[in-house]
């Protein structure tokens, strides 16, 4: 097999081995070696606080050699409360920002309870989303009858200009009047 001139051999990474890559990607002589030069994974202490993906702090926690990550505010509201947390019980956040774990900040709820609040809290925020969706339709409505108006006042001066208007005095008046109210 003909070597490529753009490779050249290299240095295995994790051995030192002197070897020919058959690929550009390739920085180990073999599979073995490729798996010990990975970065081992990342060893938390016990306490190291991190962010989760979505937005919680996480902390670890280890107990004799066994190690658990956990959502922080919920580690906090066990260590407030003496106990582990139950399956059906959740930690709320009351000023509902997800990184503020202060204790005066945090309520123990079960699941259906808190289900119940956010449903409420949702409730409010679509009556008040609905309320301004009318306030502003009257504003449309409002708007529409004002070209209407209009409409009707352009109509009645473009029949008078055509000459097609008998009552051309009343004609005259009624415009006036609809100007008035637009």
Same mark, same amino acid.
């Given at each position: ?98 990184? #503020?774990?202060?204790? =005066?900040? !945090? *309520?123990?709820?079960? /699941?259906?309870?808190?289900? @119940?609040?956010? $449903? ?14 009318? #306030?502003?339709?009257? =504003?449309? !409505? *409002?708007?529409?009858? /004002?070209?209407?108006?209009? @409409?009707?006042? $352009? ?28």
């Amino acid at each position: 097999m003909a070597r490529s001139k753009e490779r050249e051999d290299i240095k295995c990474r994790h051995c030192g081995k002197v070897f020919y890559p058959r690929f550009n990607h390739i920085k180990c002589c073999s599979k073995k070696c490729g798996y010990e030069s990975r970065p081992k994974y990342q060893v938390r202490k016990h306490g190291s606080i991190f962010m989760s993906s979505g937005g919680y702090k996480m902390v670890a926690i280890w107990e004799g050699n066994k190690k658990t990550i956990m959502k922080e505010h919920r580690y906090i509201m066990e260590q407030h409360l003496g106990r582990k947390l139950l399956e059906n019980e959740v930690v709320h956040h009351r000023n509902e920002i997800k990184t #503020d774990n202060r204790i =005066e900040n !945090l *309520e123990v709820m079960t /699941k259906n309870e808190h289900m @119940r609040h956010h $449903k409420n809290e949702d409730w409010k925020k679509i009556r008040a989303d609905h309320q301004k969706l009318l #306030d502003s339709n009257r =504003e449309l !409505l *409002e708007i529409l009858e /004002k070209i209407s108006q209009w @409409r009707k006042l $352009k109509s009645d001066v473009f029949t008078y200009a055509n000459g097609d208007g008998n009552n051309f005095d009343n004609q005259i008046k009624s415009a006036i009047n609809n100007a008035k109210n637009i």
